[in-house]
């Protein structure tokens, strides 16, 4: 199936639909960020503070001036940038090894499993949030001790590094769970004897015969996945152990206008609702995507 | 059957071990040398020692983590280094006493609701009731707590007043409505979802054919041989459910101003507070551990057929 055909079929339902829309949204808001806002995330004008909703500041500013739309475009370039960056390093990964678990079993699926086991035992948010706290510092300390990553560290871009670790450090276990689940059910079809009879290397069963059958649930698990990243950053963040201002996360900004709750309540409603809105369009289109990717789903 | 949960409850001191080491090596060395962390980059090397002393750091790891363990068994989880000389046992004791409650009101209001909406959704599956229910579900899955939190408080507390905005009197006073709303949104989302997709399945059991084929009436079939069956999944995600309970926990307990252990673990995780960061992560893992465990062998009591060897 090619991409154009998935896209027609995600049309065919208004909430798949609504889900391929907004995430597109997301992405193109992420990358031209720095085009559509009205202003740099880090601009201040503290003659324009707590502004309400006006011409130049379409959702007002914030205690020190700063506009809240452009925090909010900037924001949709940190939540991409997190969920890409965490999927991409945790991804492969727990493929890799939970194809290797499925498919060898034995002493190899026992010790990949156990350290998956080991991970599963926590409350996930709980794992996270102590994860990025301990090894926060340690990371920040490192990249400051190397001279080379200085504007890095200037930048806030460490804060970055730590929660990519920590989301990819955990997300490998849940991929690693679904293929390896998958490779044990695949593996006992007939065409694998087949493959396996003519005497094809494991790694070559693996991944030219079964991993390309296994490929749609885990298209459809990273599409529901990614909002979950998106909520763990939004909580790291509240909590002052993700991405910390001025560098902008919707987390954080939520956290820094929920003084204003009463008097101005669209400073927390903005950003919660956009996080909201984003999970929920990742939800939709992964169950859109999991309707177009599966061929034994019936048609209506 | 006996010999999976002999097998799990063997598996438990194990995992409790490691989780314990993890927890230990990442709360005391993770962050960089705690000696230094705590007299800062210029202290002099002797000073460093002299503490590294008095605190037993300078002993092997393993000597450590084995004093470590022998203190937690015996219920002593540490000193907070944020709320001075206040040891952590007590803080924990104290914050339970707020959030057990108010998790108890929250997870009673939603797990029957949740319960019931499902089958009411599965029952009328395909229709406008079920969809509107499933769309429901969705939103209230993904909404996050911050989101739902202020535009509740909002309207509640400041528009139309008829709600306190927050604090902590028991849970017979209205303080507990908005928080233990907010608290039960997800939950109340997962049950629907599970309990829907469980009792689908259920219906097209043959038993339920054979049920209605001998004319029971719909309601009979649904309450004596439907439901029974449907629900037994259901209860793995009550157990499973402790632990989205954590993340939401955090941040409505400090929204509304309840003093409970969310509260008490977002201001210990902001100051990077790690004896109790730690307990907060150990007694976490083993609460979630202990819940999953329950349920399997609540399992094991209910369903027959995992019973047969």
Request: charge should be positive; glycine fraction near 10%.
């Amino acid at each position: 199936m090619n991409i154009r055909e998935i896209i027609k079929e995600l049309g065919q339902n208004r909430m798949s639909l609504f889900g391929f829309v907004v995430v597109s949204m997301l992405f193109l808001t992420g990358i031209f960020a720095p085009v559509i806002a009205p202003y740099h995330y880090r601009d201040q004008n503290l003659d324009a503070a707590n502004e309400s909703p006006s011409k130049e500041h379409l959702l007002g500013t914030d205690q020190l001036g700063r506009d809240t739309l452009s925090r909010i475009i900037w924001g949709a370039r940190t939540a991409l940038f997190v969920v890409i960056v965490s999927l991409a390093l945790g991804t492969p990964v727990g493929i890799l090894l939970g194809a290797l678990a499925g498919y060898f079993g034995g002493l190899v699926d026992t010790i990949i499993m156990r350290v998956a086991d080991i991970l599963f035992a926590f409350p996930g948010m709980l794992l996270i949030f102590f994860l990025a706290a301990t090894l926060g510092p340690r990371i920040d300390e490192l990249a400051r001790s190397i001279d080379l990553l200085d504007p890095l560290v200037k930048g806030g871009f460490i804060d970055y590094v730590v929660v990519v670790s920590t989301l990819s450090l955990i997300g490998w276990a849940g991929m690693a769970r679904l293929v390896r689940g998958l490779v044990m059910s695949i593996k006992e079809r007939d065409y694998i004897d087949a493959a396996r009879s003519i005497g094809a290397p494991s790694w070559r069963v693996i991944f030219r015969h079964i991993m390309p059958n296994a490929i749609s649930p885990v298209i459809v698990s990273l599409s529901m996945g990614a909002g979950g990243i998106i909520l763990s950053e939004a909580f790291l963040s509240f909590l002052g152990i993700g991405i910390r201002p001025p560098n902008p996360s919707w987390g954080a900004m939520i956290f820094s206008n929920y003084q204003f709750w009463r008097t101005r309540p669209m400073m927390v409603w903005v950003p919660g609702l956009v996080i909201g809105v984003i999970i929920l369009a990742f939800n939709f289109l992964g169950d859109g995507l999991n309707r177009a990717l599966d061929p034994f789903t019936k048609r209506r | 059957m006996y010999t999976y949960l002999i097998k799990r409850m063997l598996w438990i001191p194990v995992l409790l071990a490691v989780i314990t080491f993890l927890v230990f090596i990442l709360g005391i060395y993770g962050p960089g040398d705690p000696v230094q962390l705590m007299l800062g980059q210029h202290a002099n090397p002797e000073a460093l020692e002299r503490l590294r002393h008095e605190l037993g750091l300078d002993r092997p790891l393993m000597v450590q983590y084995a004093d470590y363990v022998s203190r937690l068994v015996h219920g002593d989880l540490g000193t907070s280094l944020k709320f001075r000389g206040q040891p952590v046992s007590r803080m924990l004791g104290r914050c339970l006493g707020v959030s057990v409650p108010l998790n108890a009101v929250a997870l009673g209001w939603s797990i029957p609701l949740g319960i019931l909406l499902g089958v009411i959704a599965a029952y009328k599956e395909g229709t406008r009731i079920d969809r509107a229910i499933v769309l429901t579900v969705v939103v209230g899955i993904s909404m996050p707590v911050f989101a739902i939190a202020p535009i509740l408080l909002y309207f509640f507390a400041v528009k139309a007043q008829i709600l306190p905005p927050g604090g902590w009197d028991g849970i017979f006073s209205t303080k507990v409505i908005l928080p233990a709303i907010v608290l039960g949104i997800g939950p109340l989302a997962v049950m629907v979802r599970q309990t829907r997709a469980s009792v689908l399945q259920t219906i097209s059991e043959q038993y339920v054919l054979t049920a209605r084929a001998k004319g029971l009436h719909d309601r009979r079939v649904m309450f004596k041989h439907v439901l029974p069956n449907a629900l037994i999944p259901v209860m793995t995600i009550v157990g499973l459910m402790f632990g989205s309970l954590v993340g939401g926990a955090f941040v409505t307990e400090l929204l509304f101003g309840i003093p409970g252990c969310g509260q008490l673990a977002f201001e210990t995780f902001t100051a990077r507070d790690y004896p109790m960061i730690m307990a907060f992560t150990i007694l976490g893992a083993a609460a979630f551990i202990m819940s999953n465990l329950l349920v399997d062998m609540l399992y094991f009591v209910i369903d027959p057929r995992i019973r047969r060897p």
